[in-house]
């Protein structure tokens, strides 16, 4: 039975964005195949379902470009002794004893905990980038049936590496590729090839990840975060991280490179000119102190720029706002980081880059023939809502808790703010009853990595 959401405010999202009021939506299956006043389309369509959104708005859902399930458990965690001084101590001491504590539940569990997020804050796909070294079989296909739970659209990859010996960066390439395969039909779900970063990548990982990889498949691999990628790839090779995975082949239009906050002009012209997708996570930059990347000379330049959270709360207007001030007080200038420029990124460049992994689905807009992901918003205007000063009304007055509804492909998977496809209570509680075998697996090889 098609569903008819009607007496909704509709932002359309994409380019040119359009607000139309009193406006309903007809879904049928995963699509929205009518949209139009209110009135004609009940006419219209008598016997359709109803949702009556009351007056909220309607509007697409968020896309997360870069994230990671894998960091839940790093949730309150005070870690004891002296605060890392810099980012790859944050690595050594935080992310890396985290990755390997995790066996396949808490895998699964960290992976529910952030969906149940994601829905309830309006974020309907989330591009993932995981790690568990002690738990890499089939760690996407835990991954994938915690998504396909939830009902959410993502895309999955295992992130390869030589951190861990050879074996173990073999069985990451394995689980990339087993993955892409299996869920190549998947309606909402699909995998890429992870690599973790050049500085713990060496030339035989990286030259087996090229071996492996098929013609035209991209990888997703974080890019001079911090100095020390860069510093680590001039030392390996006399060439700059771009340049080096550059000789191995990997960047290419279905590419994605996270962060380059310390890539350089000649390495910027050599991911524009292989097409390759850059995503910034400011509350992360901000959080290692890593730096701010350029923003508005990657704008200016025409770079494909999109906007993640690498694994802060799934509440993608907070990277709006963090983007927007971030980079006005990095160079005590008013006018960087427009929020027309915040906008495009992360509500077009993002849908596209989506829509590269989805072949033939339209996503990331609201219009005739496009995916039904979207959410319904209760936010209450008390200055004029125009398509021209959209993104200062998201900058300013949007929070993830106004969402009150989300929907992906037609499905309905939080309504009036209950969730209809998990049981929140009941994966925190199992979560948590989890935590204390995490955390102590955790110490364990935090204190491992201090003593070697
Ligand atoms: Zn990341």
């Not at 035989?204 to 001079?224: P, Q």
């Not at 997708?277 to 330049?301: F, L």
């Amino acid at each position: 039975m098609p569903l008819l959401i009607t007496n909704a405010t509709v932002i359309t999202g994409g380019k040119t964005p359009q607000i139309l009021p009193y406006t309903a939506l007809l879904i049928d299956g995963a699509l929205i195949t009518a949209i139009g006043p209110t009135k004609a389309l009940e006419a219209a369509y008598p016997h359709a379902d109803r949702l009556d959104a009351r007056g909220q708005l309607a509007m697409p859902g968020m896309i997360c470009a870069h994230t990671h399930f894998y960091g839940a458990y790093a949730r309150g965690m005070a870690i004891a002794g002296d605060p890392s001084e810099n980012f790859p101590q944050i690595l050594q001491r935080l992310w890396w004893p985290l990755d390997k504590a995790l066996d396949a539940d808490a895998v699964r569990l960290s992976a529910l905990v952030s969906l149940v997020d994601a829905v309830k804050h309006g974020t309907t796909t989330l591009i993932d980038h995981h790690a568990s070294p002690n738990a890499i079989e089939a760690s996407l296909n835990v991954i994938s049936q915690a998504v396909d739970q939830t009902g959410l659209r993502a895309v999955l990859c295992y992130e390869v590496t030589d951190r861990d010996g050879m074996d173990k960066m073999h069985a990451g390439i394995e689980e990339n590729l087993r993955f892409m395969q299996a869920s190549h039909d998947h309606p909402r779900i699909r995998g890429t090839f992870g690599l973790h970063a050049s500085l713990t990548l060496n030339d035989e990982a990286l030259k087996a990840c090229r071996d492996a990889l098929t013609d035209g498949a991209g990888v997703h691999v974080h890019v001079a975060e911090h100095e020390a990628d860069e510093e680590d790839s001039l030392r390996r090779c006399g060439m700059r991280v771009v340049q080096r995975l550059d000789q191995f082949d990997l960047w290419n239009g279905n590419s994605i490179a996270a962060h380059c906050v310390h890539v350089d002009e000649t390495e910027r012209a050599l991911l524009r000119e292989r097409g390759v997708w850059i995503t910034h996570q400011p509350r992360s930059n901000m959080n290692n102190a890593v730096g701010a990347m350029d923003w508005d000379g990657m704008i200016a330049e025409g770079q494909k720029l999109c906007l993640g959270n690498d694994g802060f709360t799934n509440t993608m207007w907070a990277d709006w706002k963090t983007a927007y001030l971030l980079h006005k007080l990095a160079h005590r200038d008013p006018r960087k980081a427009n929020g027309a420029d915040i906008y495009r990124v992360a509500m077009v460049n993002n849908a596209r880059l989506v829509e590269q992994f989805f072949t033939g689905q339209h996503i990331g807009t609201l219009e005739v023939g496009a995916q039904a992901d979207l959410v319904l918003v209760d936010y209450q205007p008390f200055t004029p809502l125009t398509a021209g000063n959209l993104p200062w009304h998201i900058l300013f007055g949007f929070e993830a808790s106004m969402v009150t509804a989300t929907m992906v492909a037609g499905n309905l998977l939080m309504q009036d703010r209950q969730l209809l496809t998990l049981d929140e209570r009941a994966i925190m509680a199992e979560a948590l009853a989890l935590a204390p075998r995490v955390w102590e697996n955790y110490t364990r090889f935090a204190h491992q990595s201090l003593s070697s």
